[in-house]
């Protein structure tokens, strides 16, 4: 089991991102959660591993907004807001999805700024009919930190409104720096890069890496007991180009290995359709334009 130090939820230097003019609070955090569900201890733990782990590899301060809605507005059991919130604030919450096996979990923005439509307010959803066995399978980490990394921004809400994705029945990421990166790891791969799941129908907009290319990799859409779910610098990529500025460092060790004979897996956990649209998208405009 892995342990942090700090009892409370890590904290991250926020991109100073200087302006003429502007001081801004030299440190905040990069993501705070709630959790608006009774969550064991070692739960709490896997939450407070991920959140760690994103905000070492990510930083960039999305502006303070002014939050006020009612309760239940984004996810039933979301409480009243009424604050104004630096950054991402992210709800976790355990209820019933569709019973045992099946989908896990499930992520939803729902506040998007309209400055660089990453998110504000996003929730996770974990599946209680899941989480026991997915915490004693061990696979449980690599799932909360893949829902995080869809609240932090890798959604098509965040990255096809940038113009970052295409393709219909071969869809595929275009962003620079994931390209590049994935030429790095992956150079064997003739097809156009960067190739995201094509088995759901919903081209661009399925926000995970196609699984027969990437094999074990954190932002695929399943989940299999001897998966680790590395951090690849592709994924990293993926934030830079969407905005956050991200330290490769914190990559895990990872080559594009696909899922091929000897090598495949059975799933025993299904991450598709786990990021739930909603619409129309509610846009909150930082306090201070910049
Ligand atoms: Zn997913």
């Given at each position: 089991m892995l342990l942090v130090a700090s009892a409370g939820l890590s904290l991250a230097c926020g991109g100073s991102d200087p302006v003429a003019g502007l001081t801004l609070a030299p440190h905040t955090s990069q993501i705070e959660v709630r959790f608006t569900s009774a969550l064991t201890p070692a739960q709490q733990n896997l939450v407070a591993v991920a959140v760690d782990k994103w905000s070492r590899a990510l930083s960039k301060d999305l502006g303070e907004f002014s939050l006020s809605t009612p309760a239940n507005?984004?996810?039933?059991g979301q409480p009243r807001l009424n604050e104004t919130h630096r950054n991402l604030l992210l709800f976790i919450s355990v209820a019933d999805i569709d019973?045992?096996?099946?989908?896990?979990a499930f992520t939803q923005v729902c506040s998007l700024s309209n400055?660089?439509?990453?998110?504000?307010v996003s929730h996770i959803r974990l599946d209680r009919a899941d989480l026991d066995s997915m915490e004693a399978r061990g696979v449980l980490q690599g799932v909360i930190t893949h829902e995080m990394a869809h609240a932090l921004g890798f959604n098509p809400q965040s990255y096809a409104t940038k113009g970052l994705a295409g393709g219909t029945s071969d869809p595929f990421f275009e962003g620079a720096a994931a390209r590049a990166e994935f030429a790095k790891h992956g150079a064997w791969y003739t097809g156009v890069t960067v190739p995201l799941e094509n088995?759901?129908?919903?081209?661009?907009?399925?926000p995970h890496w196609r699984l027969v290319v990437?094999?074990?990799?954190?932002?695929?859409?399943t989940v299999s007991?001897?998966?680790?779910?590395p951090l690849s610098t592709i994924t990293l990529g993926f934030f830079q180009d969407i905005g956050y500025d991200v330290d490769f460092s914190v990559a895990d060790p990872y080559e594009v290995t696909p899922l091929f004979g000897g090598d495949r897996r059975l799933p025993e956990g299904s991450l598709r359709n786990d990021f739930v649209m909603r619409t129309p998208p509610t846009f909150v405009t930082p306090l201070v334009a910049r």
């Open positions: 507005q984004c996810f039933t019973g045992p096996a099946g989908a896990v400055r660089d439509t990453l998110p504000i088995r759901s129908g919903l081209g661009p907009n399925d990437f094999g074990d990799e954190l932002m695929v859409s007991r001897d998966f680790k779910s």
